[in-house]
């Protein structure tokens, strides 16, 4: 999901990093709270120690909006 969601911005950085105009600051803080909520995500998935814990990270995602 944190793929697929950074991909959309993902030629905004591009083009940052090849000097062509710089990615705007809501676009870099968006993309940001994507690697942050995904990290935290994956440290929660690992922490599981039931299937019912499991299912309830993975059914409560609230991935970050635009």
Do not use: Y
């Not at 922490?47 to 019912?52: A, L, P, Y």
């Not at 993975?58 to 991935?63: E, G, K, L, M």
Request: charged share 25%; with cysteine.
């Amino acid at each position: 999901t944190a793929g697929k969601m950074l991909a959309q911005t993902d030629w905004k950085v591009v083009r940052a990093a090849e000097g062509i105009k710089p990615a705007d600051q809501a676009t870099l803080d968006f993309r940001a709270a994507i690697r942050a909520h995904s990290d935290a995500l994956e440290t929660a998935i690992a922490g599981c120690t039931s299937v019912e814990q499991l299912i309830d990270v993975v059914s409560n995602q609230d991935w970050p909006k635009e």
